[in-house]
């Protein structure tokens, strides 16, 4: 857990329609909502603009999270997820117990779910930025309105060694392996393979359509959070080079680097970053 305090002998109080506004705006805005999934001020007991002091950013509402919040009067929790991504159909005992706490503190939630995967500094672009990658141009997709949203980015990688040498799928993935942290990585395509262009999704939003539009967009390498293994085979059978990364720590840097903006953009306000734990376990 990380902890950004502010210098500020003199607290200034910041409202909460202040922080929803360069959220929907800039930093995660509404308009990059994949479809109908849940946005923006989720949960908000007190149902006014009240006075904000404390924040905390986290990538879902886990009862840790919650509990958490609850122990250091968090006044706004901003999650990346919502409570559920389904229709709400029973009240399973942990949905309750989560409702239990939140409804004992005046507390409000905002949750950003896919607007923050293309959002300028959102997922994608803390991605290409970890990996030392080129950024070229965005990749977009059609939302169920017609809307283009810019999920993706196009990059070429940067090869500091020896500019000479190609730059293989070997080389990308050791990169991966060492700025994400990440002990094993799933992919297709021989390690050999020289790397030119590079098509990354930051979120968990990848199917054939978007990897076949990368390969029109002449990207010899796709990576994203997850990859169907149809997809998978398909890409083995046209020589395309496919990376799967982490979704939990993809979104953990993404976070991390909101929560700095945020902690920069309101001085007066102490924002807090919780990182739960990663349900996924590695076997050793």
């Known amino acids: 857990m990380v902890i950004l305090h502010n210098s500020v002998a003199r607290v200034i109080e910041m409202l909460l329609q202040e922080i929803k506004t360069i959220l929907t705006k800039k930093l995660s805005p509404k308009v990059f909502r994949i479809n109908s999934e849940v946005y923006g001020l989720y949960y908000d007991k007190s149902r006014n603009n009240k006075l904000i002091k404390k924040v905390m950013l986290t990538i879902d509402l886990s009862l840790e999270a919650i509990h958490f919040a609850l122990k250091h009067k968090i006044n706004l929790i901003i999650s990346n997820h919502s ?3 389904v229709p709400i159909l029973k009240f399973r005992q942990n949905l309750i117990n989560k409702l239990s706490l939140l409804s004992k503190y005046p507390i409000s939630v905002f949750v950003l779910n896919s607007t923050f995967i293309g959002a300028e500094g ?5 991605l290409v930025n970890a990996l030392y990658l080129e950024l070229e141009d965005t990749f977009e997709i059609k939302n169920k309105d017609g809307i283009k949203i810019p999920v993706g980015r196009i990059c070429s990688p ?13 080389d990308l993935i050791q990169r991966i ?21 590079i098509c990354i999704i930051g979120g968990h939003i990848s199917n054939a359509n978007c ?12 990576i994203s959070e997850k990859i169907d293994y149809f997809d998978a085979v398909f890409a083995r059978d046209i ?3 496919l990376i ?9 840097l993404a976070t991390k680097k909101l929560c700095n903006i945020l902690s920069l953009e309101f001085p007066e306000v102490e924002f807090m970053l919780f990182e739960s734990n990663n349900p996924f376990k590695t076997y050793m």
């Open 239 to 241: 020589g395309l080079n």
């Open 83 to 85: 409570l559920t991504d």
């Open 122 to 126: 959102g997922v994608s672009d803390t």
């Open 177 to 197: 392996k060492i700025n994400l942290n990440l002990k094993y990585i799933s992919f297709v395509g021989n390690l050999r393979n020289p790397i030119r262009k």
């Open 244 to 252: 799967e990364t982490s979704h939990y720590l993809n979104e953990i």
């Open 158 to 170: 940067i090869h500091y060694l020896n500019k000479k040498q190609a730059f293989t799928l070997e």
């Open 211 to 222: 990897i076949r539009k990368a390969i029109n967009k002449g990207c010899d390498c796709y």
